[in-house]
């Protein structure tokens, strides 16, 4: 039996599901200022997987650097959803000096 398939398929699954929560916690955390972060995983993972000769490591990089590219647009709907209140908007702590003027 070959199992090639599958693991792409497994592989591909836990990839997309892991990139939902950190394209949300990205947005909370930093807005979409890492975008060219993404940009630069994305083409590295997609130049990696040409280069690579195993099907299946080659695929997972492959799928990798899709889903890293295609969360620079989800970055920039995220913060689109939290505008219009579908996530919660991240407060803005005080910093120390803040909290001593207030006294």
């Not at 997309?16 to 949300?24: A, K, L, M, N």
């Not at 620079?72 to 579908?86: P, S």
């Amino acid at each position: 039996m070959y199992f090639t398939g599958i693991i792409i398929a497994l592989s591909t699954f836990l990839i997309i599901g892991v990139f939902h929560p950190i394209v949300i916690k990205t947005e909370y955390y930093f807005g979409t200022r890492p975008w060219s972060l993404f940009l630069i995983c994305g083409i590295m993972s997609v130049i990696a997987s040409l280069c690579i000769e195993n099907i299946i490591t080659s695929s997972v990089l492959g799928v990798l650097g899709a889903s890293f590219l295609w969360s620079i647009g989800e970055l920039f709907e995220q913060k689109q959803r939290v505008a219009k209140g579908w996530f919660p908007k991240r407060k803005k702590k005080c910093s120390s000096d803040d909290a001593d003027m207030k006294k």
